[in-house]
T-cell receptor, first 111, second 115 residues
Framework: GQNIDQPTEMTATEGAIVQINCTYQ??????LFWYQQHAGEAPTFLSY??LDGLEEKGRFSSFLSRSKGYSYLLLKELQMKDSASYLC????????????WGLGTSLAVNP | NAGVMQNPRHLVRRRGQEARLRCSPM?????VYWYRQLPEEGLKFMVY????????ESGMPKERFSAEFPKEGPSILRIQQVVRGDSAAYFC?????????????FGPGTRLTVT
């Protein structure tokens, strides 16, 4: 079967660094996405990894290890507005663009 | 460039009625995806369409649900004879024609409430 696992909830302090992990088991792999979703709003794209390594984009970075079926999203200098759900999604191999989604990690940033 | 548009934003239906949800993808995008999300839960894939074609409908219930993406006009998700369990947020996303690295852009969603 296909499975994506993320922690359900995390808590961190404003100004700190937090790492949100995602492990996946899929029938193929053609890229991993991270999205942010604030309560009551639509998901918004954060990052895309298809090769092993770290992709940095401002305060957010995303890492991928294909051999381990593992990714993490790193958020630095946390701000209150970063309180949201963070969704990990994997695209299978082939031409089907369907994404397999994790249930999301709800991050609470406290002052 | 306008983003993905969905309407209505909120829809209330009585049990047994039909619900029609519309999605206009971003300009130049020919791939549309529909998702359902219950409160406190993740996104559940329903269907993936290209213009005039259903590519993958593995996440859509076989009965009462249908989707289309005609050559002209928005994509439509139709739910017939709605039941209380259909109450959820329905998101539409679109992506461009070329490239597998392209991300999906989400619309604001339609909140369906069945009374």
């Amino acid at each position: 079967g296909q499975n994506i696992d993320q922690p359900t909830e995390m808590t961190a302090t404003e100004g700190a660094i937090v790492q949100i992990n995602c492990t996946y088991q899929t029938s193929g792999f053609n890229g991993l996405f991270w999205y942010q979703q604030h309560a009551g709003e639509a998901p918004t794209f954060l990052s895309y990894n298809v090769l092993d390594g770290l992709e940095e984009k401002g305060r957010f970075s995303s890492f991928l290890s294909r051999s381990k079926g593992y990714s993490y999203l790193l958020l630095k200098e946390l701000q209150m507005k970063d309180s949201a759900s963070y969704l990990c999604a994997v695209r299978n191999a082939g031409n089907n663009r369907k994404l397999i989604w994790g249930l999301g990690t709800s991050l609470a940033v406290n002052p | 460039n306008a983003g993905v548009m969905q309407n209505p934003r909120h829809l209330v239906r009585r049990r047994g009625q039909e619900a029609r949800l519309r999605c206009s993808p971003m300009k130049g995008h020919s791939h549309v995806y529909w998702y359902r999300q219950l409160p406190e839960e993740g996104l559940k894939f329903m269907v993936y369409l290209q213009k005039e074609n259903i590519i993958d409908e593995s996440g859509m219930p076989k009965e009462r649900f249908s989707a289309e993406f005609p050559k002209e006009g928005p994509s439509i998700l139709r739910i017939q004879q709605v039941v209380r369990g259909d109450s959820a947020a329905y998101f539409c996303a679109s992506s461009p024609r070329e490239g597998l690295a392209d991300e999906q852009y989400f619309g604001p969603g339609t909140r369906l409430t069945v009374t």
